[in-house]
C-alpha cells in the first residue's frame, strides 16, 4: 500500500485542531479592472468581480465592516493579478483571526497603488467604526 502524505498530514492536523492546507496554489487571479482604479479589494471568492475604491479611507472603510470588531493578519504579497496585467501586483491580503490568533477566514487581497501594510494600517486607524452600545446607538 502505497503512503498518501497529504491524507496523513490532514489527519495530523485535524488532531491538533489545525485546519488542513490548501489543497491548490492560492488563485490571486481577478477580473480586469479599469487602468485609473488605484485601490481595490479582490474577495475571498475568485469568481466575485473586484471591488474599486476612491481612495484608501473608503477601502479601510470596507475593511473595517467586514471585520466587525474582530483581530486581522495582514501579509504583504507580490503576487496579486489582475486578468490583462503583464506583470505581478505588490499588495496586502487581510485574514480575520479566531481567539487562539489562528486564521479564521480571508476578507481579500488589497491592491493599495503599489504601497504596503503600513499604508492600510494607518488608514485602519484613521477610518475606525463607531462603538455602539447595546441599544445600538453610536457611544
Given at each position: 500500500?502505497t503512503a498518501?502524505p497529504?491524507?496523513?498530514g490532514?489527519?495530523?492536523?485535524a488532531a491538533h485542531?489545525?485546519?488542513?492546507?490548501?489543497?491548490?496554489?492560492?488563485n490571486?487571479?481577478?477580473?480586469?479592472?479599469?487602468p485609473?482604479?488605484?485601490?481595490?479589494?479582490?474577495r475571498?471568492?475568485?469568481?466575485?468581480?473586484?471591488?474599486?475604491f476612491?481612495?484608501?479611507?473608503?477601502?479601510?472603510?470596507h475593511?473595517?465592516?467586514?471585520?466587525?470588531?474582530?483581530?486581522?493578519e495582514?501579509?504583504d504579497i507580490e503576487?496579486?493579478?489582475?486578468?490583462?496585467d503583464?506583470n505581478?501586483?505588490e499588495?496586502?491580503?487581510?485574514?480575520?483571526?479566531?481567539l487562539?490568533?489562528d486564521?479564521d477566514?480571508?476578507i481579500?487581497h488589497?491592491?493599495?497603488?503599489?504601497?504596503?501594510q503600513?499604508?492600510?494600517?494607518?488608514?485602519?486607524a484613521?477610518?475606525?467604526l463607531?462603538?455602539h452600545?447595546?441599544?445600538g446607538?453610536?457611544?
Amino acid at each position: 500500500m502505497t503512503a498518501r502524505p497529504w491524507i496523513e498530514g490532514a489527519a495530523l492536523l485535524a488532531a491538533h485542531h489545525r485546519a488542513a492546507p490548501a489543497p491548490r496554489p492560492l488563485n490571486r487571479r481577478s477580473y480586469p479592472v479599469s487602468p485609473d482604479v488605484r485601490f481595490a479589494l479582490l474577495r475571498a471568492n475568485p469568481q466575485a468581480k473586484p471591488l474599486a475604491f476612491p481612495d484608501i479611507g473608503a477601502l479601510a472603510r470596507h475593511v473595517q465592516r467586514e471585520r466587525a470588531g474582530r483581530s486581522i493578519e495582514m501579509v504583504d504579497i507580490e503576487d496579486l493579478r489582475f486578468d490583462g496585467d503583464a506583470n505581478m501586483r505588490e499588495g496586502v491580503s487581510v485574514y480575520l483571526l479566531d481567539l487562539g490568533g489562528d486564521r479564521d477566514g480571508l476578507i481579500g487581497h488589497c491592491w493599495l497603488d503599489g504601497q504596503g501594510q503600513d499604508a492600510l494600517r494607518h488608514a485602519l486607524a484613521r477610518n475606525q467604526l463607531p462603538a455602539h452600545d447595546a441599544a445600538g446607538r453610536a457611544a
